[in-house]
Each structure stands twice: as C-alpha cells, then as structure tokens.
Nanobody
C-alpha cells in the first residue's frame, strides 16, 4: 500500500516563504500525478497545485505567480515552493497522489495526513 509522507509546514510571517515536500512510498506502482490541496476549518478542501508525471501543471488562481510545484519522478516526490505568503494562505495542506499499480488498470487516490501552514505576524 502506498503512503504519503509530508514535511515542511510551520509558522511564517506575511511575505515569507515555505517549502512543502511529499514522498510516496511503497512498491509496484507508478505515479500519474501528485499535488497539494488545502483546507480551512468550515470550508471545502481546494486544489492548490498539481503536476503530472509528464510535467504538466495546474494552479489555483489565488496562488499563481507565488507558488511553484515541482517533481522528482525517480523518488516519487513532489515539492511546493510557496513565496509571498499571506494570512489567507493559512490552512492544513494535504499531499495528493494518483497511483496506478503495475498489474491493475484502475487508478487510486491517496492522501497525506496534512501539515499545518500558518501565516501570521
């Protein structure tokens, strides 16, 4: 079974930066896409950024120009560089991965446990 391990969350001042990382561990699988979602209490989880194994990216309008997603396909890892952070970026950030096992045609969605990002002075 695949597990997603997240790191990099924490407290940062407005205008500062953080880098989130996530690694998918397991065996006998390939990663079709990885990315990050975030959720604020009382609101729905929303897409922040995703990247496919081929390098295609998609960003939420609210983070375009400030966040950059990157991948390391050999390590089944994804990173999110977050710059010019504002209090509105405060949320729990969840790593997401779409997995295909070598001997199964279906795709499976996996989620990390979440890491807190707090932007405050």
């Amino acid at each position: 079974q695949v597990q997603l391990v997240e790191s990099g969350g924490g407290l940062v001042q407005p205008g500062g930066s953080l880098r989130l990382s996530c690694v998918a561990s397991g065996s006998d699988f390939s990663v079709n896409a990885m990315g990050w979602y975030r959720q604020v209490s009382g609101k729905e989880r929303e897409l922040v950024a995703v990247i496919t194994s081929g390098g295609s990216t998609n960003y939420a309008d609210s983070v375009k120009g400030r966040f950059t997603i990157s991948r390391d396909n050999a390590k089944n890892a994804v990173s999110l560089q977050m710059n010019s952070l504002t209090p509105e970026d405060t949320a729990v950030y969840y790593c997401y991965s779409k997995i295909r096992y070598f001997y199964r045609d279906s795709e499976y969605d996996y989620w990390g446990q979440g890491t807190q990002v707090t932007v405050s002075s």
